[in-house]
């Protein structure tokens, strides 16, 4: 099957004299759960950037549908939506707004967007704070407008940055089961994690990052053969091999 997103040798970072990434190369398919998993300061969040478009790789490349970021910039930002770990918002705009923008911003006509925006609403139990601005709401209600806004234009990947922390066991579940509705409709998912219980449970492949560089990918069972850890979980792999240095 081809790759939907293709991250190609990738170097760069945000100096031009010193790479934060090197050589970082993964995929990601139609209809699966990849976890991105590092240490703080691995080159998670550079390596998103880099996806995101907000950065330009030193070496290598990135292609969503076989479309670069330099190809053609709109039609790049609209294949994917991104869900960040610090929410982002306009302090004028009330939730309600907040959706509609994001329908305009993606060629939502009015009949999609009413079809998706309710369902929403309802399952982030959001819908008494429609008409609200962020600046009121609590961390994890601003987390559930920056999920809803990604959810709602159905993209084809999502880019998905630390999504659980400061939500709910209410919001944790709504989301998980969400992303899992998206994969199985053939959507990519890419989802940078600390929580790697959660990620074991609902990854289909692994991406383990350490100083900037991809230390090993694969399955848990291609993870566990690497490492000998037969019958072990994530945790234990992903310990294994980041005290290796």
């Given at each position: 099957?081809?790759?939907?997103?293709?991250?190609?040798?990738?170097?760069?970072?945000?100096?031009?004299?010193?790479?934060?990434?090197?050589?970082v190369?993964?995929?990601?398919?139609?209809?699966?759960?990849?976890?991105?998993?590092?240490?703080?300061?691995?080159?998670?969040?550079?390596?998103?950037?880099?996806?995101?478009?907000l950065?330009?790789?030193?070496?290598?490349?990135?292609?969503?549908?076989?479309k670069?970021?330099?190809?053609?910039?709109d039609?790049?930002?609209?294949?994917?939506?991104y869900?960040?770990?610090?929410?982002?918002?306009?302090?004028?705009?009330?939730?309600?707004?907040?959706l509609?923008?994001?329908?305009?911003?993606?060629g939502?006509?009015?009949?999609?967007?009413?079809?998706?925006?309710?369902?929403?609403?309802?399952?982030?139990?959001m819908e008494?704070?429609?008409?609200?601005?962020?600046q009121?709401?609590?961390?994890?209600?601003?987390?559930?407008?920056?999920?809803?806004?990604?959810?709602?234009?159905?993209?084809?990947?999502?880019?998905?940055?630390?999504?659980?922390?400061?939500?709910d066991?209410?919001?944790?579940?709504?989301?998980?089961?969400?992303?899992?509705?998206c994969?199985e409709?053939?959507?990519?998912i890419?989802?940078?994690?600390?929580?790697?219980?959660?990620a074991?449970?609902?990854c289909?492949?692994?991406?383990?990052?350490?100083?900037?560089?991809?230390?090993?990918?694969?399955?848990l069972?291609?993870l566990?053969?690497?490492?000998?850890?037969?019958?072990?979980?994530?945790?234990?792999?992903?310990?294994?091999?980041v005290e290796?240095?």
């Amino acid at each position: 099957m081809e790759a939907l997103l293709e991250v190609k040798e990738v170097t760069g970072g945000y100096m031009s004299s010193r790479a934060v990434i090197e050589e970082v190369s993964f995929h990601i398919r139609e209809g699966e759960i990849v976890a991105l998993i590092g240490l703080n300061g691995a080159g998670k969040s550079t390596t998103i950037k880099h996806i995101l478009g907000l950065l330009e790789p030193r070496k290598g490349e990135i292609r969503i549908a076989g479309k670069t970021f330099l190809d053609d910039p709109d039609s790049y930002r609209h294949t994917y939506g991104y869900i960040p770990e610090s929410p982002i918002y306009y302090e004028e705009l009330t939730l309600w707004e907040h959706l509609e923008l994001a329908a305009m911003s993606y060629g939502l006509d009015k009949e999609q967007f009413a079809e998706r925006v309710n369902p929403l609403l309802s399952e982030f139990h959001m819908e008494e704070a429609k008409d609200r601005f962020p600046q009121q709401f609590s961390k994890g209600m601003r987390q559930k407008l920056m999920i809803m806004m990604a959810l709602l234009v159905q993209p084809s990947l999502y880019i998905v940055d630390e999504p659980i922390l400061g939500l709910d066991p209410l919001g944790i579940r709504s989301l998980l089961t969400w992303l899992e509705r998206c994969k199985e409709q053939g959507a990519g998912i890419l989802m940078s994690t600390h929580i790697l219980a959660t990620a074991e449970k609902y990854c289909d492949r692994f991406i383990i990052m350490h100083k900037g560089r991809i230390k090993a990918q694969g399955t848990l069972e291609e993870l566990r053969s690497l490492t000998g850890l037969a019958h072990h979980s994530l945790d234990d792999i992903y310990l294994r091999l980041v005290e290796e240095e």
